[in-house]
């Protein structure tokens, strides 16, 4: 069992950050589509500037690392990519943790370690969970695509000829929409601690 300490970091802390930086990649992709990628681009916080020879050099790596937030989202509510860009659920496993309740394999951190009202585990995330979006193939296909896009090492993933082709772009944006939602409904309106 996971120590109560560790359930809040996760719930309040560790999830809302890798939230924002769902966020943070959904308005990369915004502009990527509102301005040329070859543009430079400078940002400015407190008078100090930071520039990026071209606008892409910028929102392709925060997309990036929004697709491994989105990866780890959706295996914590228990679903994946196959690989070949299908969605599947994982299956429950059986978890190790320290005599201090810590985990010994972070990747062990599932939804069902939580409890709803009742004291009972949360349920992971069906399949059908995409039923209730519009066009819900393509959004089982978006999931599964982030996930295994994210999968890859970061270099590769910058490299990947999805990304460059622009063939991602739309997949990853209808993650990074429809995620924080999915994880609303049947994490954060669900758990208790």
Sequence with gaps: MLSPSLLRDLRYTMIPHQ????????????????HDGAHPL?????????????????????????AIHCRALLRFLGLEGDGDAA??????HQRHYGDAGTMSDARDVSIDVFKDAHGSP??????????????????????????????QPLALALRD????SGQMA???????E?????????FYERAVL
């Design 122 to 151: 949360l349920t992971r995330v069906p399949l059908c969970a995409v039923e209730r979006y519009p066009e819900p193939r393509a959004v089982a296909r978006a999931w599964a695509a982030t996930c295994d896009f994210a999968a």
């Design 42 to 66: 400078q940002l400015r916080a407190d008078g100090n500037a930071v520039q990026y020879d071209t606008l892409l050099g910028y929102t392709r790596p925060v997309a990036c690392v929004a």
């Design 87 to 92: 969605l599947r659920a994982i299956e429950a």
């Design 170 to 176: 739309p997949l990853l944006r209808r993650t990074f």
């Design 161 to 164: 000829p999805r990304l460059a």
């Design 19 to 34: 939230l924002r930086g769902v966020a943070a990649g959904l308005a990369a992709l915004d502009l990527e589509a509102r």
């Design 178 to 186: 429809t995620l924080p939602e999915l994880l609303e409904r049947w």
